[in-house]
């Protein structure tokens, strides 16, 4: 049997893996129109990748104020998409928090393989043991960057 449900408290702020605490409208918000990866993601396309994945939200007394999600399948896999902190909560250590939470989750050892992609926080992931690809060579993808938008790039 899966154990998702973990949370921690720091002060005023709480990471919960807690589906039912996520406030969807402000994660739709973010992705949309701040993150440079889902700039306008469809409201229900947020949704629907929620339900399918592991999230992680960040709270400030009940606010969202940041985000992650864990595609996998709990005993090989798993990518690590979508986080974020919102501006003003940023330099406080909770990216730091959040990722100690994250790969500290019961359901997320053992695996394999942990992968991500990102344009800018590559030292932040390091210090949790991610590395840049040893065979970039073996990847392949299929990539429609601008599937929400009408300008792709």
Request: proline share 2%; with cysteine.
């Amino acid at each position: 049997m899966l154990q998702l449900l973990k949370e921690e408290h720091k002060g005023n702020f709480l990471i919960s893996t807690a589906k039912e605490k996520l406030d969807i409208s402000a994660i739709h918000h973010y992705l949309s129109t701040e993150s440079y990866w889902a700039k306008q993601i469809p409201f229900e396309t947020v949704k629907k990748c929620i339900e399918h994945s592991l999230c992680f939200g960040i709270y400030e007394n009940k606010k969202q104020i940041g985000f992650a999600r864990v595609i996998t399948d709990y005993s090989t896999f798993a990518y690590l998409a979508d986080v974020y902190v919102l501006a003003e909560y940023r330099k406080q250590g909770l990216s730091k928090w959040l990722m100690e939470f994250i790969m500290s989750h019961q359901e997320l050892q053992g695996l394999r393989r942990f992968s991500l992609a990102t344009l800018d926080a590559h030292g932040l992931y390091e210090h949790y043991g991610f590395k840049r690809l040893e065979n970039p060579d073996r990847y392949m993808e299929i990539k429609n960057a601008g599937i929400y938008t009408s300008n792709p790039k």
